[in-house]
């Protein structure tokens, strides 16, 4: 019944503007107050529905007590969501002001969301992460110095002063990261589930792609090495660049074509024994390790389509691909800073878009999410990590 409702409230919707355009101002009136009957009509029902929601929730926890009552409640998250969307997040709570507000992400939503990710590649899951309740800050850290202990003193004579620890500030302002996502109408009629897991599916995908790039942009300033062509090569960056000071704590990240040539490595020459070997392991998320020397060095593998190489091309024919190679503490190089806000506004007469790709939400009976999010990615330690390049074809 509601969403028969909704369909029809829609569609009166549309007839006052259509009227409006067209300058019948006096049958556009008389629509609206047909348009304001049918909405007054919609929040009864609504009301009764939610007394009748309320009242079994208590029945239930009364009978059969808070497990139950526990699946029940976010059976109602769910609803809740997608009544909300439904009404385009109108009289909901919001948050923020001017055109920084809008519809809040509930916490079991949120939950959601963070359950689907966890099915996805997320480089967050290798650097470290601080919620912050803060839009700036800064955060001290003490860095790595060079001991060289302390000078013979004779009997008598002053002792003399010693360095101290050293420190490194890292700053961080929260920035906004947001994009928009055009849905049918007809969805938004569809059943609670539908609609949110078709906005939980897009705010996952959304934040995830949103971390990886801004992740490997820092990746990508790390100080580079010189060309990665063998085992003996990545043995120096461990042992000699990073050396002692990240021991234990250094992976090598790569790519699918990066992997492909480490899979590939051999002992000697002519051995038919492989350095990369899958992880014993098998609760750790690292698959693979590789035989580096003395250490086995846990290997990360990034998706093509996420950590993609540089294919040189000449007159269509590949010539050579260079292949990222990140060899050190991810954890220790890259620092996330999450303002842990989520935000959803939406319009139904929005444009979005430029060229031939615009959408105009009115014409096309189509409603347009903007999903909005804040955090901050620093480099938290620019020795942590090494950027190396693999090129494969010359």
């Known amino acids: 019944m509601l969403e028969k409702l909704i369909k029809a409230i829609n569609e009166k919707k549309l007839e006052v503007k259509n009227l409006v355009e067209q300058d019948r101002i006096e049958d556009a009136t008389a629509a609206k107050e047909e348009l304001k009957k049918l909405q007054a009509k919609f929040d009864l029902l609504k ?11 208590q029945a239930v926890k009364n009978a059969v007590g808070v497990k139950e009552v526990a699946a029940l409640n976010r059976e109602d998250a769910i609803h809740a969501f997608a009544d909300a969307a439904r009404h385009r997040f109108q009289n909901v709570n919001k948050e923020g002001t001017g055109a920084d507000g809008g519809y809040t992400v509930p916490a079991d939503i949120q939950t959601k969301i963070n359950k689907y990710k966890e099915a996805k590649f997320s480089l967050q899951d290798l650097v470290d992460v601080e919620p912050v309740t803060t839009n700036s800050g800064r955060r ?8 060289t202990g302390f000078t013979a003193v004779g009997e008598g004579a002053a002792i003399g002063a010693k360095s101290g620890p050293q420190f490194g500030v890292v700053s961080y302002n929260i920035a906004k990261y947001g994009g928009y996502l055009p849905v049918t109408n007809e969805l938004l009629e569809d059943s609670d589930a539908n609609i949110a897991n078709t906005l939980i599916q897009w705010l996952g995908d959304e934040d995830i792609a949103t971390r990886n790039a801004l992740i490997i942009a820092k990746f990508k300033a790390a100080t580079k090495t010189a060309k990665i062509s063998s085992i003996d090569d990545i043995k ?13 704590s250094v992976a090598v990240i790569t790519n699918d074509d990066g992997f492909n040539w480490l ?9 038919n024994e492989y350095l990369l070997k899958p992880n014993q392991d098998q609760t750790s998320p690292i698959k693979y390790t590789l035989a580096v020397g003395a250490s086995n060095i846990p290997v990360v593998v990034v998706p093509n389509a996420i950590l993609a190489s540089t294919v040189t091309e000449h007159e269509g024919t590949v010539v050579s691909t260079a292949v990222p190679i990140f060899i050190g503490d991810a954890k220790e190089y890259v620092k996330v800073f999450d303002r842990k806000k989520l935000t959803i506004k939406n319009s139904d007469v929005a ?17 347009i999410f903007r999903g909005i999010e804040r955090l901050d990615v620093e480099v938290k330690d620019a020795d942590a990590l090494v950027y190396g390049t693999l090129t494969l074809g010359e």
Do not use: W
């Open 236 to 248: 120096t960056e461990v042992n000699v660049t990073l050396g002692s000071a990240y021991a234990g």
């Open 263 to 271: 899979d590939q490595l051999k002992k000697s020459a002519g051995s």
């Open 140 to 147: 001290t850290y003490q860095t790595k110095a060079q001991h």
């Open 47 to 57: 009301d009764m529905q939610d007394d009748e929601t309320a009242g079994m929730a």
């Open 351 to 367: 444009t979005v878009g430029s060229g031939n790709n615009i959408i105009n939400a009115f014409e096309n009976d189509m409603t």
